[in-house]
Every structure is written in C-alpha cells, then in structure tokens.
C-alpha cells in the first residue's frame, strides 16, 4: 500500500543530545513537509522540500534541520538548539501541478524529554 | 496573527444530526482549503477541498461551502455518526510564489457525535 512511514512512534531525547525523526513516503510526490502539533495548536510547518536536494524554512525552522538526498525521504533532526522540543511532529507530502495537491500525513513521531 | 481560524474549539451533535463546522481566514491571497479529520495519536486525513473558483464541493456526507466575500467556510456532515467523533483542522493555501503547496492550519474543532 502507499503511503507515509514515520520512525519511531515514539521518541524520548535527553537534553543537549540530537535525534533523528525518519518520514518515508512511496507515494512518488515531490514535496514533503514537517510538522509540529502542540497541545490545543495546528500544525505549523518547520521545513519543506519541493524538490530532492533543495529545502525551505517554514515558520518554526529554529533548532531544526532536514536533508532531501532522495525523493521518497525527508529526515528531520532535532537539534539541542531547540529548548522545546516535546510535541508530537508530523510529516506530510503531496503532489505537485498547476492545481494544488492535498497533503497526505503519517502517523507522527511524539518527541518527549527525559 | 493566525491567517485560518477556528473559533469553536468544540462541537457536540446529536447521532443522525447535521454538524457545521466553521473556519474563517484573513489572507485573500487563499486559493485553496481542505478540510482534514485527525483522531488522537494519528496523522491528519484528508476529508475535502474546495478551489475558490468554487462556492460548494460534496463528497457524500461532507460538504464544504465557501464564501469568499465573507472570507468565511463550513463543513458540514450530514448524517452525523458517532464514527465522526475527532478533531477537524481547515487548512487554506496560496498558489503563489515559492510556498506554492503549503498549508496554514487552523487549530481545530473538536467535534462529539453522542449516540
């Protein structure tokens, strides 16, 4: 079946350490997003890619880093930098054309801080 | 400033009532919005869009109206079904510029379907 895969479900980070967030997808979509969803918030978009080997900052981009070295992956890496982490992070990616695409979501990667 | 609103953070309806579930937006420069359903520890799915060329799209039980002038849309799902029971984003789009694509969310309504 197609669709998003995200790795680990849960995530647990000690402080000053970097964690990996995988997303996979085999919907052969060319944009792929990151998410944060805080308790009671939206989803606000940390970084985005329409293309492998290219990235864009979203709103909250601080702490925060991708790489696009294949079409079907988007890792996230969420850095000590980033005093906040716990949420729940989830990817997203969709189509592109001359009409707009929905997003398609995985399941999300909930991040804790020991 | 939240450019996609939702000012009720929750609804509850009664099984087999109609739900109306509304957003509102600030940037005219939207020309897309989709609704999406999201259950606890999962990822968002998408329910329905509508293009802003239109006023009205139907997918079975959901409709979505859109009113440009007041900057204003609706979800409704008629029936209701217990099933239904979940968070519901809207989430608008600007075909526009580098960030062609990508959404701006609404923070939710949480809508109970009570048997």
């Known amino acids: 079946d197609g669709g998003i895969t995200q790795s680990p479900k849960y995530l647990f980070r000690k402080e000053g350490q970097n964690v990996t967030l995988s997303c996979e997808q085999n919907?052969?979509?060319?944009?792929m997003y990151w998410y944060r969803q805080d308790p009671g918030q939206g989803l606000r978009l940390i970084y985005y890619?329409?293309?492998?080997?290219?990235?864009q900052k979203g709103d909250i981009a601080e702490g925060y880093s991708v790489s696009r070295e294949k079409k079907e992956s988007f890792p996230l890496t969420v850095t000590s930098a980033q005093k906040n982490p716990t949420a729940f992070y989830l990817c997203?990616?969709?189509?592109?054309?001359?009409?707009?695409?929905?997003?398609?979501f995985g399941d999300g990667t909930r991040l804790s801080i020991l | 400033d939240q450019q996609v609103k939702q000012n009720s953070p929750s609804l509850s309806v009664q099984e087999g009532r109609i739900s109306i579930l509304n957003c509102d937006y600030t940037?005219?420069?939207?020309?897309?919005f989709l609704w999406y359903k999201k259950y606890p520890a999962e990822g968002p799915t998408f329910l329905i869009s509508?293009?802003?060329?239109?006023d009205k799209n139907e997918d079975g039980r959901f409709t979505v109206f859109l009113n440009k002038s007041a900057k204003h849309l609706s979800l409704h799902i008629v029936p209701s079904q217990p099933g239904d029971s979940a968070v519901y984003f809207c989430?608008?789009?600007?075909?526009?510029?580098?960030?062609?694509?990508?959404?701006?969310f609404g923070k939710g309504t949480k809508l109970s379907v009570k048997p």
């Open positions: 509508i293009s802003s060329i239109k």
């Open positions: 989430a608008a789009s600007a075909h526009y510029g580098g960030s062609q694509g990508n959404l701006i």
């Open positions: 890619s329409q293309i492998v080997n290219d990235f």
């Open positions: 919907l052969n979509h060319d944009a």
């Open positions: 997203a990616s969709s189509g592109q054309g001359a009409i707009t695409q929905p997003q398609h």
């Open positions: 940037n005219s420069m939207f020309d897309y």
